[in-house]
């Protein structure tokens, strides 16, 4: 199935697979062949020890003649194909549809995580924390169990604090589904506050770094968002990449989801997703990404660009036709930057905001009207997004301008939080942390910033193209590639 779904070889050329299992030393009996086996059998049939005859004749079924087309060869060396968008076959997948091939790790989070929900009670708590980075398919397992789960007739429900992922799952769904009935699966992570312990079998918790301590419009609601939503179900899942933090307000760790499971008596399980399915399948630009940030040493200092279409322009309106030509294939390219311009836009609709006055180039943030439906709204081509709007989304291209909040000196990336608007709430409060503690507050600071960027870069499935406002950094990546 990895193959046939993932590999471009096989997909291009139409390559007939028939799989089976060959466990040589396995001695026949009971179990292997057992009854709960038999979907898997039928797709893959099993050959055992003492049955090397029987696979022979298996293999001369399928296999005629020789290699002359280098054939193993080729699919070995195959492209690894971006699987499809979450958010195109969220309705397929609440229905049953098998629109993801779950592989590997995915499926060995899924299986735990159903096991998990169904020995959970009031008197024996779980918690399972899902570490994986971007692309690995958290989402897609996220939204695999919230269905099995449903069908299995749990009370689940799927939480997150960003609002896009929600509204695009909603708008994907309309139609398939009644909207009070849509709108009591897909939660934000605000409103858990006050509710009666246990109510809830199972919560997927999705994107779990970007949990709050306080809920509510002006942050004075509630306790803890972890507290709360591990207080209302017997079984919590909280998927989690503690490198996507992006603002000062967000809390999730995995340390602070394990000492509110402690105090809730919650049995804690750890289990991670390592398998990169976005950025072409590419680990290896995941990699690369950490080490020309600085993030972490890795050992890919510079980029096989075969593996994934990473350019940087050195003009601004050069990168916006590139992406509004990717986007005439199918409206899945899209444009975002950092929070280092003003938003007046938002009241004069005549203004401009993202202004580069030497390229007499200018955009507007995503208008009100798209909202969180920025990423899917035909016209928010030609607007810029941020990390709310498209943070646990994805396109096929994505285009970042890079702001002077990031900037390359005496051989660092380096961070300025200065550069970001007055309007940003998600460093708000960094002077008072600067006085307080200033080495701390200086390290949380990089983190956020290279975090957001990080985040902002891994949203294309194909590709990512960049400006950067420091033409010393646009030449330091350029080295990179």
């Not at 086996?37 to 004749?57: C, D, M, Q, S, W």
């Not at 993801?100 to 096991?115: N, Y």
């Not at 990168?319 to 409206?331: P, W």
């Not at 994505?398 to 608007?421: E, N, S, W």
Request: hydrophobic content about 35%; overall charge positive; charged content about 25%.
């Amino acid at each position: 199935m990895l193959l046939q779904n993932f590999n471009e070889t096989v997909a291009n050329e139409n390559i007939n697979l028939q799989p089976c299992a060959y466990l040589h030393n396995y001695q026949p009996d009971e179990i292997i062949r057992h009854e709960h086996y038999k979907e898997y059998i039928e797709k893959a049939p099993v050959f055992l020890r003492g049955e090397t005859v029987l696979l022979r004749e298996f293999i001369k079924k399928f296999v005629r003649f020789g290699d002359w087309t280098k054939i193993l060869y080729r699919i070995e060396k195959g492209k690894i194909r971006p699987s499809k968008m979450l958010a195109d076959t969220v309705a397929g997948m609440l229905k049953g549809n098998p629109e993801f091939t779950m592989i590997d790790d995915q499926k060995i989070v899924f299986e735990t995580g159903l096991a998990l929900a169904r020995k959970s009670g009031n008197k024996n708590k779980k918690v399972l924390i899902v570490k994986g980075g971007p692309g690995t398919g958290k989402s897609v397992v996220a939204i695999n169990l919230l269905a099995a789960l449903l069908k299995t007739g749990l009370y689940a429900q799927f939480v997150s604090k960003n609002a896009a992922p929600r509204a695009v799952y909603l708008s994907k769904l309309t139609g398939s589904f009644k909207k009070t009935y849509i709108e009591n699966l897909f939660k934000g992570s605000g409103g858990y506050f006050g509710v009666k312990k246990n109510t809830f079998d199972t919560l997927i918790i999705d994107e779990a770094h970007r949990l709050n301590e306080k809920s509510g419009l002006y942050g004075n609601l509630g306790d803890n968002q972890v507290k709360e939503l591990i207080n209302a179900a017997r079984f919590s899942i909280f998927f989690i990449d503690e490198d996507q933090r992006v603002t000062l307000n967000d809390i999730g760790t995995i340390g602070e989801i394990k000492k509110w499971a402690g105090r809730e008596n919650a049995e804690v399980y750890e289990t991670e997703l390592s398998s990169q399915f976005r950025c072409n399948g590419s680990d290896g630009y995941l990699a690369w990404l950490d080490h020309v940030l600085q993030i972490r040493e890795t050992a890919n200092p510079r980029l096989d660009q075969f593996e994934y279409d990473f350019k940087v322009f050195d003009n601004p309106n050069e990168l916006r036709n590139a992406i509004l030509e990717k986007n005439r294939i199918n409206n899945k390219s899209r444009m975002v930057a950092g929070y280092c311009w003003e938003w007046p836009s938002k009241t004069k609709k005549e203004a401009y905001d993202v202004i580069l006055p030497e390229y007499n180039f200018k955009m507007k943030w995503n208008l009100t009207t798209d909202g969180s439906l920025w990423i899917v709204s035909p016209d928010s081509i030609n607007e810029i997004g941020c990390i709310h709007t498209c943070q646990g989304l994805e396109v096929d291209y994505i285009g970042v301008i890079v702001g002077l909040d990031m900037v390359f000196k005496d051989g660092r990336v380096l961070t300025q939080p200065a550069a970001r608007a007055k309007s940003d709430r998600s460093v708000r409060g960094y002077k008072k942390l600067l006085e307080k503690d200033p080495e701390s507050a200086k390290e949380t600071l990089r983190a956020i910033i290279k975090n957001t960027y990080r985040t902002l870069f891994t949203r294309g499935m194909k590709g990512c193209y960049v400006y950067f406002e420091d033409k010393e950094l646009a030449n330091y990546f350029k080295m990179a590639l």
